[in-house]
C-alpha cells in the first residue's frame, strides 16, 4: 500500500506551571515510530510573535511530518490525541491545546503565508479555523483550542529559509522540580568546542550557564546550533549528572530573526507586534527607574519611544551612549501604552547606521602656559588664572568629541535574548533555499 505523508501540528499544552510541548513532541517521535511511521523531517519547533498577549510560555508551536501506512493513520491520531491530553496541563487557565492533522504532499502557499502572519503578527482563531475547513485539515480542540492556531502555524512553517537546531534532553519524573544538575565545566568546554556553530550556551558577560532551563518543565538542558551534527556533538561534550530520559534535536526557526523580517515606519508600529525601523534619534536617552534606558526615534511619521531594560547589558550600554541626529535601525518589540507610558518599542537589537557628531564650544588654552583660559563674561574676552595672561579677543574652540562608540550592531545579551532573536554570533551563518531534509542516522533517543 502506498504510504501518505501527515504532517501534525500542536500547540498550547504548557502553563507556568509545566508541561511542555517539546516533551510531548519527543514522547511522540518514540511512540509513533513503534506503531511504523516513518519521518521525513526531525520535529518542527516554531516560535511565534513572542508578543502575543495569550502567549503560553515560550510560544513554540510544534510539528510532526510523519510518512505512514494509510491504515496505521487512525492509531497515529487516537496516540496523538491521548498523549496530548495526558500531558497537557489542561487544569491550567489560559492554556487551551489544539492538534491538527494534514495529510498532503505539499503545503499549500496560503499556509505558509498563514504561519508567517502568527511569527510577524496577531491572527485570530477563526482565521485559522477558516483556512483548517479550506484545505480539508482535521482540528481537534480542547477548551477553546486556541492551540490550533499554532499547531496550524507549524504545519505551515516549512523552514526553507533560515532555520537552526536544538537538541533537547529531558529529566526523568522523579527529578522534576528538582535542581537541574549539570557538570558546568563540561557545559564551558562544549561552547569551547563547537562555537560558533552552536549558540546561546553560556552568557559571556555573566560567565552563567544559559543551556538549563529555570522552572518546573522537563527539559534538562537544550543545545542550538547550525546543524544537527554540531548539536550531536555538543550534546556527547556535555555530563549530565542525573539520568537523561529521552533526547530529541529539533529544527527550528529560533535564533533567526524571523519575527523581525519587514522593515516598517514607526506610524505602523502596533502593540504586540514586532518592529523593524530606521529612524533619527530624536531625544537624549534617559535612565528611568534606575535602570532602564529610554530615549525616541523619529522617522518623519512618527515619533516612538525605545526602551533598553536592565538585562540586555551590551545593549543598553550602547544606547546610553547615543545623542539626538544619530541614525538607527531599532528592532524589537511594541509594548502597548499603559499608565506607565505612551506606546514603546522594548529593544532587542539597535543597528548604529551613522553617529551624529558631538559638538562642544570650549574655551581656548593659554598660549603661555598651557592651562584652559576662563571667561571673563559675554564679550569680554578670557584671563589665565595660573598666570595672568590675557586674550580679549579670543573666541571659543570648535571640538568634536569622541562618542565612544561605533556604527555597527548591538544586541541584547544572551541571558536575555528571546527564543527568535538572531545572536550576533549567527551572523553570516544563515541558510537559505533548504528543500529536502536529510535526518542524520540517530537523531532521538529512545
Ligand atoms: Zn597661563
Same mark, same amino acid.
Not at 509513533?32 to 519547533?45: E, K, S, T
Not at 552568557?203 to 537544550?222: N, Q
Given at each position: ?15 507556568? /506551571? ?7 513532541? +519527543?514522547?511522540?517521535?518514540? #511512540? ?100 483548517? #475547513? ?44 528538582? #535542581? ?51 548539536? =550531536?556533538?555538543?550534546?556527547? %561534550?556535555? /555530563? ?17 530573526? +524571523? ?28 535612565? &528611568? ?6 530615549? *525616541?526615534?523619529?522617522? /518623519?511619521?512618527?515619533? &516612538?519611544? !525605545? ?23 531599532? !528592532? ?12 514603546? &518599542? ?22 603661555? !602656559? ?15 588664572? #595660573? ?8 573666541? /571659543?574652540?570648535? %571640538? ?11 544586541? +541584547?545579551?544572551?541571558? *536575555? ?13 544563515? =541558510? ?5 531534509? !536529510? ?8
Amino acid at each position: 500500500m502506498a504510504q501518505r505523508i501527515m504532517h501534525i501540528g500542536f500547540d498550547d499544552t504548557d502553563s507556568v /506551571k509545566g508541561g511542555c510541548t517539546t516533551y510531548i513532541a +519527543a514522547l511522540l517521535v518514540h #511512540k509513533l515510530g513503534r506503531l511504523g511511521a516513518g519521518f521525513i523531517d526531525y520535529p518542527n519547533l516554531i516560535r511565534l510573535n513572542p508578543n502575543v498577549p495569550w502567549k503560553t510560555r515560550g510560544n513554540g508551536a510544534l510539528c510532526l511530518r510523519t510518512q505512514l501506512d494509510p491504515d496505521t493513520a487512525n492509531a497515529v491520531k487516537e496516540t496523538v490525541i491521548d498523549t496530548v491530553e495526558e500531558h497537557a496541563d489542561l487544569e491550567a487557565k489560559g492554556t487551551e491545546p489544539g492538534i491538527v492533522f494534514f495529510e498532503a504532499e505539499r503545503i499549500p502557499a496560503e499556509l505558509k503565508a498563514f504561519a508567517g502572519n502568527t511569527i510577524t503578527g496577531v491572527v485570530t482563531l477563526k482565521e485559522a479555523t477558516k483556512l483548517a #475547513k479550506k484545505f480539508g485539515v482535521e482540528a481537534v480542540g480542547f477548551k477553546n483550542g486556541r492551540g490550533i492556531i499554532g499547531g496550524l502555524a507549524a504545519i505551515g512553517e516549512t523552514l526553507e529559509g533560515d532555520h537552526t537546531y536544538e537538541i533537547i534532553a529531558y529529566r526523568t519524573p522523579e527529578n522534576c522540580g528538582l #535542581k537541574r544538575r549539570v557538570d558546568e565545566t563540561s557545559i564551558f568546554l562544549m561552547e569551547k568546542l563547537t562555537g560558533p556553530y552552536t549558540f546561546n550556551n553560556v552568557d559571556a558577560e555573566k560567565r552563567r550557564v544559559i543551556i538549563t532551563p529555570r522552572g518546573p518543565d522537563p527539559i534538562l538542558f537544550g543545545i542550538r546550533g547550525e546543524t544537527p551534527e554540531a548539536v =550531536k556533538a555538543a550534546f556527547a %561534550a556535555v /555530563k549530565p549528572l542525573e539520568p537523561v530520559e529521552r533526547w530529541v534535536i529539533f529544527r527550528t526557526n529560533q535564533g533567526t530573526d +524571523a519575527h523581525l523580517s519587514h522593515v516598517q515606519k514607526l506610524d505602523n508600529a502596533s502593540p504586540h507586534h514586532p518592529l523593524v525601523a530606521e529612524g533619527t534619534v530624536s531625544t537624549s536617552p534617559k535612565m &528611568v527607574r534606575g535602570s532602564h534606558v529610554i530615549f *525616541s526615534v523619529d522617522d /518623519k511619521t512618527a515619533e &516612538v519611544d !525605545c526602551a533598553a531594560y536592565e538585562p540586555a547589558g551590551a545593549l543598553r550600554e550602547a544606547a546610553k551612549l547615543l545623542i539626538p541626529g544619530d541614525l538607527v535601525e531599532v !528592532c524589537g518589540s511594541v509594548r502597548p501604552c499603559s499608565r506607565a507610558g505612551p506606546i514603546t &518599542v522594548n529593544l532587542e537589537k539597535i543597528r548604529l547606521l551613522k553617529l551624529a557628531s558631538a559638538i562642544a564650544y570650549r574655551n581656548p588654552r593659554c598660549p603661555k !602656559c598651557g592651562k584652559r583660559l576662563k571667561s571673563m563674561g559675554t564679550g569680554k574676552g578670557f584671563r589665565c588664572e #595660573k598666570c595672568g595672561f590675557r586674550a580679549a579677543t579670543a573666541q /571659543k574652540v570648535r %571640538a568634536e568629541l569622541n562618542r565612544g562608540i561605533n556604527p555597527g550592531l548591538y544586541a +541584547a545579551s544572551a541571558r *536575555s535574548q528571546r527564543h527568535l532573536t538572531k545572536p550576533l554570533r549567527r551572523y553570516g551563518l544563515e =541558510k537559505s533555499g533548504v528543500s529536502g531534509v !536529510c535526518l542524520v542516522a540517530e537523531w532521538h533517543f529512545p
